[in-house]
C-alpha cells in the first residue's frame, strides 16, 4: 500500500469510526450531511496534526480542504511535503 | 491542586497569590464591579499568560499545570478567572492563527500585562446561535470596514484591543475574526454593564461604526477558516471555565463543611442531621466527579487528541451544573448569614450562575454531548 492509500485509509477510518455514517465514500461532503459542524472540524485539525505530524495554517482552513476523506487526504499529502 | 503540581513554580505562584491576594479583595471587586486592572497584569506577569498563550510549548505538563491554575483563581474569584480566561484564549488564538510579525508584538506586551484584550463574540440579538451574528463587514479597497455592536464582553470596559466575531456582508453564511484596536477611528464602548455575576469581570458593550480594519488584520477570512477557528477559542474557553468552576465548587464546599461542623442546632452539629449530611455529600461527589472529569479533559488535551474536544466540554457541562447546585446549597446552609448580599456564597451563586451561561449554555452541551457519545471509542457501536 503506497503512503497516500493507507493515509487515505488512516483519514476515512478516522471519520467513519466517528461519525458512523451509513455511507462514506472519499467524495462524500462530511459538512453536507449535517451531522458535524465546526467543532468536528477542530477535531479534525487535531487528529490530522498529530497523525501526520504537520501544523495547519490560517489559510489551510477552508471548507474545500475539509469536505471529504479524499480533500483531507490532500491536505495532509500537501503539508507534509512543506515539512 | 495536586499536591504534585503545586511543586510547578507557575502553579505554585498563582495558588499563592490566589490564596494571600485575590481571596482577599474579591467581595470587595465584586462589590465595586471592577477587578483592578493592576492585579489582571500582575497574574499575567507572573507567567500564567504566557503558559495559557501556547500550553502545548510545555509538554504534557503545561495543561495540567494551566488547569491547576485555573482551579485557583475560579476558587478566589470568578472575575478574574474570567478577565484571564479571555486573555488566554485571544492570546492563543493571535499565536495559533494570527501568523503575523504584529502578533507576536501584542503577545509580548499581553503576556506581561501591559495590554488586555477581548472576545467579541456576543450580541444584543445574538447568544447561542452565533449563526446569528449581524456584525458585518463589508470589503474596502486595502481591507474592511466594520459595523456592529457587541455585548456582554468581559474585558470590554479595559481592553486595548477586540478580536471581533463578524460576517462578510456578501456571504452570510460564513463568519471570519477581526483584531480590532480600541484607538481606531470608529470604536467605543456604549456601556459598561452592572452585571450580577463575575461582576468584576469589565464587561462591557462596544459599537463599531464604519471602523477600517486592514486586510491583515483578518483571521479565518474565507467563512469557513472563521468558523473554525470560533470553535477552536470556544473549546480552549471551556477547558479553563470547567476547571474555574471546579475551583469555585471546592470554595463553597469548605465554607459548607466548615459551618456543618461548627453550627449546632436542635443539640448538635449541622453535620450530624441526616438531611444536612445528604447535602455535603452530593456536594461531595460533584465535586470530585466534576474534578475527575477536568482531569480526564487535561490529560486528552496534553496528548492533543481529537477526544479532548468532547471530554472538555462534557467537564465544562458537569462542573458548570455543580458548581450552581454547590453555590446554591452553600447558601442555604448558611442560612440567614448567607441570605446577605455581602456574604461570598452569594457571590459564588450568582458567579455560577454565569458559569453555566458562558461557554456554551446548559442546552447547547444538552443537544451537542451526545455527537461525542457517538463517537466515543470505548462504547463499541457495529455499524
Redesign the interface.
Known amino acids: 500500500m503506497n503512503d497516500s492509500v493507507s493515509m487515505e485509509k488512516k483519514i476515512h477510518d478516522?471519520v467513519?469510526?466517528?461519525?458512523?455514517l451509513?455511507d462514506l465514500s472519499r467524495d462524500t461532503d462530511i459538512f453536507e450531511t449535517g451531522?458535524?459542524?465546526?467543532?468536528?472540524?477542530?477535531?479534525?485539525?487535531?487528529?490530522l496534526?498529530?497523525q501526520f505530524n504537520i501544523e495547519l495554517?490560517?489559510?489551510d482552513?477552508?471548507?474545500d480542504n475539509?469536505r471529504s476523506v479524499a480533500a483531507l487526504t490532500s491536505l495532509a499529502t500537501h503539508k507534509m511535503r512543506l515539512r | 491542586m495536586d499536591a504534585e503540581l503545586l511543586k510547578h513554580d507557575l502553579a505554585h505562584t498563582v495558588a499563592q497569590f490566589a490564596r494571600d491576594y485575590i481571596c482577599q479583595h474579591a467581595d470587595e471587586w465584586h462589590r465595586t464591579g471592577a477587578v483592578p486592572r493592576k492585579v489582571l497584569a500582575d497574574i499575567c506577569a507572573i507567567g500564567l499568560a504566557k503558559a495559557a498563550f501556547n500550553p502545548d510549548e510545555a509538554g504534557a505538563s503545561g495543561w495540567h499545570v494551566l488547569g491547576a491554575c485555573f482551579e485557583e483563581l475560579g476558587a478566589a474569584c470568578s472575575s478574574v478567572r474570567c478577565c484571564i480566561t479571555v486573555q488566554s484564549i485571544v492570546g492563543y488564538a493571535l499565536g495559533r492563527w494570527w501568523r503575523l510579525p504584529q502578533a507576536q508584538s501584542w503577545l509580548e506586551r499581553m503576556a506581561n500585562g501591559d495590554k488586555v484584550c477581548a472576545f467579541a463574540l456576543s450580541e444584543p440579538n445574538t447568544g447561542s446561535d452565533t449563526a446569528g451574528i449581524e456584525t458585518l463587514i463589508e470589503r474596502e479597497k486595502h481591507g474592511v470596514r466594520l459595523n456592529g455592536v457587541k455585548r456582554w464582553i468581559t474585558n470590554g470596559a479595559i481592553a486595548d484591543a477586540f478580536l471581533v466575531v463578524a460576517k462578510h456582508d456578501s456571504d452570510r453564511d460564513g463568519k471570519c475574526l477581526l483584531f480590532v484596536e480600541r484607538s481606531l477611528d470608529g470604536v467605543s464602548i456604549s456601556e459598561t454593564l452592572n452585571m450580577a455575576g463575575a461582576r468584576g469581570s469589565h464587561t462591557a458593550e462596544i459599537q463599531f461604526t464604519d471602523a477600517l480594519i486592514s486586510r491583515d488584520r483578518i483571521i479565518g477570512a474565507n467563512g469557513f477558516g472563521g468558523e473554525v477557528v470560533v470553535s477552536d477559542i470556544l473549546d480552549y474557553g471551556r477547558f479553563t471555565v470547567a476547571w474555574g468552576c471546579v475551583g469555585l465548587q471546592r470554595a463553597c464546599l469548605k465554607l459548607a463543611l466548615e459551618r456543618a461542623a461548627y453550627r449546632h442546632q436542635f443539640g448538635r452539629p449541622l453535620r450530624d442531621h441526616d438531611l444536612v449530611r445528604r447535602i455535603l455529600s452530593r456536594m461531595y461527589s460533584d465535586y470530585l466527579s466534576s474534578r475527575a472529569l477536568c482531569i480526564r479533559a487535561t490529560e486528552s488535551r496534553a496528548a492533543r487528541a481529537p477526544d479532548a474536544v468532547g471530554l472538555t466540554a462534557a467537564a465544562k457541562f458537569h462542573a458548570a451544573s455543580c458548581a450552581v447546585n454547590a453555590a446554591n446549597e452553600c447558601v442555604h446552609l448558611m442560612g440567614a448569614a448567607g441570605s446577605v448580599l455581602t456574604h461570598p456564597a452569594q457571590r459564588w451563586l450568582a458567579d455560577a450562575k454565569v458559569m453555566a451561561l458562558i461557554e456554551g449554555s446548559r442546552e447547547i452541551h444538552e443537544l451537542s454531548l451526545v455527537d461525542y457519545a457517538f463517537q466515543d471509542q470505548n462504547l463499541k457501536w457495529v455499524v
Not at chain 1, 16 to 20: C, D, I, V
Not at chain 1, 35 to 47: D, W
Request: glycine share 4%; no cysteine; hydrophobic share 50%.
Open positions: 478516522f467513519m469510526l466517528r461519525l458512523k451509513q451531522i458535524v459542524g465546526s467543532m468536528f472540524a477542530v477535531q479534525l485539525v487535531r487528529y496534526e498529530t495554517d490560517d489559510e482552513l477552508t471548507l475539509f
